[in-house]
Structure formats: structure tokens, C-alpha cells
């Protein structure tokens, strides 16, 4: 009788490399580009003066004024990412420049045509994402010293000052501080196909050290963010063209569609991190959550998101430990889930502070002469949901995955 060859298979180990994620940056883009071929100067020249521009009520005109240019001599994946950095900072500021109350419904051809195009390449929607925001716009002032906010720079900006400098760079460096984590992730999923309990203890006991460094990194926000600032004049360049009270049907993108295209606002929920934690430790969320979650999948790089689908297709992680009887093994899985439920209580209470304290104290205040507060998305995030009580139902269901030793 022959044997069930399907069993006999070895799987491939896990490596970051096969995801084009770094060993040193994670899923931050390492070393960016700041320039694009000169031949893409009229992109570069407005995405360096945004923020003035769209102040000053200018950048309407200027991109109006824009050449239609060829994406087909964006010759490399980092110039690709970087048009698409440039472009989506354009978009965002184009048409929320007139803030919430006056939208523009029409993003013209020689934005649309590229942005669209650049994107397919990419794999990406056409509208600013967490991977444009944040892993592709930092820069070290010294390269040879550490990656600390004091010696990163952004790319392009948006009006917000050292609050909008302070909150995307925070983000770079929560990203940074994954990095163990994920690294720790992979070795834990090769150690289960292994069969090496002392390397995925080991693993497991990384994985927990890096969750609580991305909550003290996290807690950097109070520092160099206020509340304020980010509730009145940088949330509404985050906020997209879905599930949006402002922009009901969407946007039209000119000479793409002649119908309107529904796209989420930036949300932490495209970052790969803690989808890869999820999947990883066996978290099940709620349909309505988990809906979003995986929407928000699409949002990411494409090598990101099939990262996420690998670790959902390895062995189970909690079946194994269950099996194994390994109290050890158990106590390490616990301590990561209760330091995932200990970063989404202080994600909760940071969302708090710069959504739900800001735009009650806005609402007893003269309207900035800036893009004003968001009122129709006051208990929404930039993403759409309802966000308090979405991340706390993504907090409670990651406690639920508790696991209890067995009599």
C-alpha cells in the first residue's frame, strides 16, 4: 500500500525575503527615494510646496496647470512607489482643500490618468495608503545614527507641522519596532514545522518583548502630536471617498471612469503588522470586524498582504500548543495575547484622545481658517468605521483567545 505522498511533502521554511520584507526595516520601504527623474519635475516641484499650497488655497490651480506625464518612464519599483507617494499626497490635498464642507467631486486627467496607472503597477488603490504615508515617506537626516524621530525626515507633508511630522514618524518607528516581532514570527512558524519547542518558546518570548516596544513606541504620539492639530488639520487628508458622509457617491477619477470610485482613507488597519499577529496567534474577530480587516488587505503591497495569507495557510499555532501539552508553551502564547490586548487598550485610549476629546472640545470653537474639523466623520476613523467600537471589539475577541490548560 502506498503511502499518502501529500503527507510526505517538507514545507518550504518561511523567509521574509520571499515577501520582499526587509530583515531590517520590516515592511517599511528600505532607504526611499526623495527624487524622481527630472523628466517628473512638475509632480516633484508641487509635492515639495503642499503644504503651502494648500493653505494658501493654491493647489487647485497648479495641478489644473499640471503636463500630463508618462508613467512609463518611472523606470524602478522605489520610483513607482515614490510616484505613488507623490501622486496620492496631490490627491488628497486637492480635494479636501476647501475642507469637509466643499469637496471636489472631480479629480482631472493629468492627476487621475497617472495616479490610476502608477497604481495598477503597484498593486495598489488609487488614493493615499498606510504604505504611502508612512513606509514609503521617512528619510535619516544622518544615515549612520540610529532611526529615532529626532533624525528622520518626511518626504512630502502635509499642512500640520511638527504635529503631522511628529504623528507619520511616530508611525515609522512603530513600524521599526515590529521588527523583531516579525522576525520572531517566522521563526516560530518554522520552528512548529520542525517540530523545535525550545526555538518557538523562544520565538514566542521575542514576539511578546516586540509587542510591548511597539506600545512604548506608540506612547511617543504624546509627545510629539497635539490633539488638536491632528483633529483639525491633518485627520481630513487621511479621510477617503467611502463610508464617507462628505463624499457620499465617491470621486470621479477624469478619463478613468465616468462614474464615481469608492476608496477607504488611510487607517492603521492597512498596516501588516498586527494582521500578521492576528493570523499568527489565531485571533478570530467579529464578521463585521473582520470584513473590514480583510478589505483592508487590499490596501496593502501585494508581496504584504500574500505574507498574511502564508502564515494563515501554516499549521495552527494554538492547536499545536494544545497538543503538545507544553505549559511553558502555553504561558509564552498567553503572554503574547495579553500584550496584544495591552497595545489595543492603549490604542483605544490614544484614538480617544486625538478623536473623541478633540472634536468635542473643536465643537465649541470658531472654524480654522484651514480644511475644518470633520463633522460628519466625528466617531468615524480615517479608514470609516465606527471607530471606538471597533477597536474594541478587535481588543475584547483578541482576549478571548486565551487559552487554558487542559485538566
Not at 505522498?5 to 532607504?31: A, M, V
Not at 487621475?112 to 504615508?133: C, F, K, Q, Y
Request: charged content about 20%; some cysteine.
Amino acid at each position: 500500500m502506498e503511502p499518502p505522498s501529500q503527507n510526505l511533502k517538507t514545507t518550504p521554511l518561511l523567509s521574509l525575503g520571499r515577501f520582499h520584507i526587509s530583515e531590517d526595516y520590516g515592511f517599511l520601504l528600505p532607504h526611499p527615494l526623495k527624487q524622481l527623474p527630472d523628466y517628473f519635475r512638475p509632480w516633484m516641484e508641487i509635492a515639495n510646496e503642499l503644504p503651502h499650497l494648500i493653505e494658501s488655497h493654491q493647489l487647485q490651480a497648479r495641478v489644473n496647470k499640471m503636463p500630463l506625464l508618462n508613467c512609463q518612464f518611472l523606470k524602478s519599483y522605489r520610483e513607482q512607489r515614490l510616484a505613488h507617494l507623490v501622486l496620492s499626497f496631490m490627491t488628497m490635498g486637492y480635494v479636501w482643500q476647501r475642507g469637509e464642507t466643499q469637496p471636489e467631486e472631480v479629480l482631472p486627467r493629468n492627476l487621475a490618468l497617472p495616479l490610476v496607472e502608477v497604481s495598477r503597477n503597484l498593486g495598489l488603490p488609487p488614493i493615499l495608503v498606510h504604505s504611502d504615508l508612512v513606509l514609503t515617506n521617512w528619510t535619516p537626516r544622518d544615515p549612520e545614527r540610529p532611526l529615532e524621530i529626532g533624525n528622520l525626515d518626511l518626504i512630502v507633508s502635509f499642512p500640520g507641522g511638527e504635529s503631522l511630522h511628529g504623528f507619520i514618524l511616530v508611525t515609522v518607528l512603530v513600524e521599526k519596532a515590529a521588527v523583531p516581532g516579525i522576525k520572531a514570527l517566522v521563526e516560530a512558524v518554522n520552528a512548529i514545522s520542525q517540530r523545535s519547542q525550545n526555538a518557538l518558546l523562544q520565538a514566542l518570548q521575542r514576539l511578546r518583548l516586540s509587542i510591548q516596544e511597539i506600545t512604548r513606541t506608540l506612547g511617543q504620539m504624546h509627545d510629539y502630536v497635539d490633539p488638536d492639530i491632528f483633529y483639525a488639520v491633518i485627520r481630513i487628508f487621511l479621510s477617503g471617498w467611502k463610508d464617507n458622509p462628505a463624499m457620499p457617491v465617491g470621486l470621479i477619477y477624469e478619463g478613468v471612469s465616468t462614474e464615481p470610485l469608492e476608496y477607504s482613507g488611510g487607517s492603521a488597519a492597512q498596516s501588516t503588522v498586527l494582521h500578521a499577529f492576528d493570523e499568527f496567534l489565531g485571533i478570530c474577530h467579529s464578521k463585521e470586524s473582520a470584513d473590514f480587516l480583510h478589505r483592508m488587505r487590499e490596501y496593502m503591497p501585494p508581496s504584504h498582504k500574500d505574507f498574511i495569507e502564508e502564515i494563515q495557510s501554516s499549521p495552527s499555532l494554538r492547536d499545536h500548543i494544545l497538543s503538545s501539552e507544553n505549559s511553558q508553551l502555553l504561558t509564552a502564547y498567553n503572554q503574547c495575547v495579553e500584550a496584544l490586548v495591552d497595545l489595543r487598550s492603549y490604542h483605544i485610549a490614544v484614538v480617544t484622545k486625538y478623536l473623541i476629546t478633540a472634536a468635542a472640545k473643536a465643537k465649541g470653537r470658531r472654524p480654522n481658517p484651514l480644511p475644518g474639523p470633520s463633522q460628519a466623520l466625528e466617531e468615524r476613523g480615517t479608514g470609516g468605521t465606527v471607530v471606538l467600537s471597533f477597536l474594541k471589539s478587535v481588543r475584547d475577541k483578541t482576549l478571548e483567545a486565551i487559552l487554558h490548560q487542559r485538566d
